[in-house]
């Protein structure tokens, strides 16, 4: 891969990051809780008070760049600050607790996604206008139409409230940690799986229609007329020359969508009371806890910057076409 | 700016829709079944949304709610009651003309945002075209749904959530118009963007540059009527996705119990636990709403592309 190609894909993202970090600041600034308002609210301090305060914080220094440098700084070394809602525990250490079972959940549900909906999609633009290709693409529309907690609360009264397959809500049955570890795994595994059905549907429609948009694109390719010419079988020239050709532009858009799959966790978290980072924003929301909402900005941001990334990086290797 | 008096012949071309014209598209995109479906349920939705008050009385409220609570479908309410005792038809319906209407101001401040700046920074191209494509990439990237939160909660903080009222809807909604508008313009001002700069290349931008038109006409003239048709497509589209965006912002409790939208109703069926008692009747009906309808602009939508996309490509 061309060096040229890598650095600038690099820089660019940590010129974003930068940016991210950037509007983290002002909005600190914008938000109501910031220590001068605060300050300025109680009617008990002298002006003498406010101001060695101010000046203990940093506070009378302009704002840009001395506060500026000071709060890259902060961040670039892990300090976000202290959550208002639970309180001593620093941000960083709260959004680390949320962190695992929202990884998890995307993770998961995006390997399944992947798999499934490439499969329909693929199956789908082969044969299009066939009947499976009318079921699969109306099935696929109709899931992309639905927001995700809109496909999680049925799934709840179905197969937890009617049937009482699995839990209603949560990871992990409150005091049944007594077991032994692949007890407490099953337990685990038992609550997974309705938030993870719920991720993986909502993912599966939207990558079902452009993966059959990319393969209808790939079918009247030259090579395809070839392989045809040469002979090959129907199956063998989707398998081996279609869908790795098709799957190219995927690469991309799931790493694009990534940041919408987080809005749609957050709330699928928030429907099966999963204790991950949706939950938390969701806490820390209601309760104003904008620190807090903060961190999961910068996290959910720099995460989905690096997959971009990645995603840009495979794309360099698979296609010389972009290696300029 | 003033326009210069054009010549006789220096009319502004409209090369996008051919002889057809509009109208000859609208027919077009209606004699398809997916146009036509998306359009009739649409039809729907804006008669529910006009007038809730004529179809099911007023907004129901704790203390004019009179039927049981948690109550299943029955004759008396079609649709079942909440947890109040309100019926959730009434809910429903009231609910419908709150998020047609954010998602249709929602929908207006996109696309404009993203019209504006798409022909400007075609157009002008330079320095500023280069910014205003950083920040649009960035929008692109980073999970906007996150910042749209945190954006919306600090306005609200800021300006405080009194009971007033613009265009009927409260203000604390109205911050939610807002903050879609600046999350979400990106897209849209991308497509914009590009098919200006080849418009730009066209022999009668370059006509109307000699004779002396100023670029703020030619833009508005020559540029806008041009675009048009994509602006609209993407109008469409915008809808879904600003209705998509107003449920979610709501859902995760940023709605408005005095003024219920979808999203609204399917947190407070959510807050008071409808799945795990099996209240299905509690969200099933808000869900489906917003189901049919983003179905709807969705097969509106892909009828539109259909129906202009032919025309995009044999330009290229």
Redesign the interface.
Known sequence: MNGRYVVRKIGQAILTIFAIVLLNFLLFRMMPGSPERVLLRNPFLTQEKIAQVRKEWGLDKPLIPDQLVGYVKATAVGDLGYSLKFRGQSVVDVVASRFWPTVILIGLAEIIAIAVGLSAGAYAGWRRGSTGDRVASGTSLILYSMPYFVIGMPLIVIFAATLGWFPTSGMLTPGANSGSFVGQLGDFARHLVLPLTTVSLGLIGGYSIIMRSSIIETRSEDYITTARAKGLRDDRILRRHAFPNAMLPMVTIIAINLGYVVAGAITVEVVFNWPGLGTLTVDALSSRDYPVLQGVFLLLSVAVVFANLVADLIYGVLDPRVRT | MTAPALPAGVRPVVVASPATGARGAIRQVLGRPDGLIGFLILVVFTALAIAPDLLVGPLQTAITGSGPRLGPPSAAFPFGTDELGRSILNLLVHATRISMVIGFLATIVTVVIGAVLGIVSGYVGGRFDALTMRIA??F????????A???T??IR??LGTGSREVFGIRLSLLTIVVVIGITSWSSTARIIRSQTLSLKERAFVDRARVVGASSGHIMRRHILPNVMNLIVANAVLTF?GAI?TE??LS????GDPFQPSWGQL?DA??SVG?????A?WY??PA?TC??LV??AF??LGSALDAVLNPKLRSRR
């Open positions: 990439d960035f692109l990237v980073i999970p906007t749904f996150v910042l939160i945190i954006l909660a600090i903080d800021v879904a998509l449920t979610t859902f995760v409790g940023l399917l069926a959510r409808a799945p795990g008692l099996g299905w969200f099933v869900g917003i189901v983003v179905f969705t097969l």
